[in-house]
């Protein structure tokens, strides 16, 4: 209802979603701050360790309370590996007071800001306030209706984060263990949900099917996730797309039936 609130917008769209057989939301739960930051959406939810805007809460639940009105379901993600909502790297520098290297800001580039996020996972301050972040959702009930996170079917799944990574080779072991660890602290919190990674698939994982099924085969993992980026991955020419698309097509096929090979393996869905 605060700052860059629009309710009326909202229920417009939902029921346009709704009417066009759209019933599954993907949803950021939700931004850190502060606002303002390069490349960052904007207002943030939490907006230092542990200190919420009441607003946006209050908007996460609303929304989840218009969506049980229309029978559609939520997946709600809880970081994100990249600079536009804070995530990672907002961590890293909540604990270590040390600015983000934003990529393409002030000549930063994305090698520099890939390898700050990564440092996440080494740093157990910046972990502790994340899982502190995991707990205060996961345990909170919504202010609109009286339904708790834990007992809403309107929520279907956790995801741990947008596209988490290792963000090196050497940070495979950290990341799993990670991994592990966010998904059985979820379970605890709120074993009525299904929880998953949010990962890209091996793209996300430096390349390594391995490490992909690894991070999917544990047991508080109930499914797997991939995504596709043609133009990010280089597979499709934005210049030349008569040109390049048959060759993305065949790449993006090889892709999802690798991804959906481990999915098999692990009798899991994806």
Request: with cysteine; net charge negative.
């Amino acid at each position: 209802s605060g700052e860059g609130g629009n309710r009326k917008r909202l229920v417009k769209e939902l029921d346009l979603m709704k009417a066009n057989g759209i019933d599954n939301l993907r949803i950021l739960a939700g931004a850190e701050g502060p606002n303002g930051e390069p490349r960052r959406v904007s207002p943030a939810m939490q907006m230092e360790p542990g200190r919420y805007d009441e607003n946006l809460l209050d908007g996460l639940d609303f929304l989840l309370d218009e969506m049980r009105k229309r029978e559609m379901v939520a997946i709600l993600f809880v970081n994100n590996a990249w600079e536009w909502s804070g995530g990672f790297s907002q961590y890293v520098n909540w604990s270590t007071g040390e600015a983000i290297p934003y990529p393409e800001v002030n000549g930063k580039t994305w090698g520099e800001f890939m390898s700050f996020s990564g440092r996440f996972l080494h740093d157990e301050k910046a972990k502790s306030m994340f899982y502190k972040h995991v707990e205060f959702l996961t345990n909170r009930q919504n202010s609109i209706n009286g339904i708790a996170y834990k007992d809403d079917p309107t929520i279907m799944t956790w995801e741990i984060a947008n596209e988490p990574r290792a963000f090196s080779n050497e940070n495979k072991t950290l990341f799993i263990s990670w991994i592990d660890s966010t998904a059985a602290l979820i379970k605890k919190n709120d074993p009525n949900h299904l929880v998953t990674t949010g990962s890209e698939g091996t793209w996300g994982c430096e390349n390594d099917i391995n490490l992909f099924e690894r991070i999917h085969s544990d047991k508080n993992v109930d499914y797997l996730t991939m995504h596709i980026w043609p133009y990010n991955w280089s597979w499709l020419d934005p210049k030349d797309m008569d040109g390049s698309i048959d060759s993305a097509l065949i790449k993006v096929g090889k892709y999802m039936d690798l991804q959906m090979s481990i999915a098999s393996k692990l009798q899991k869905p994806i």
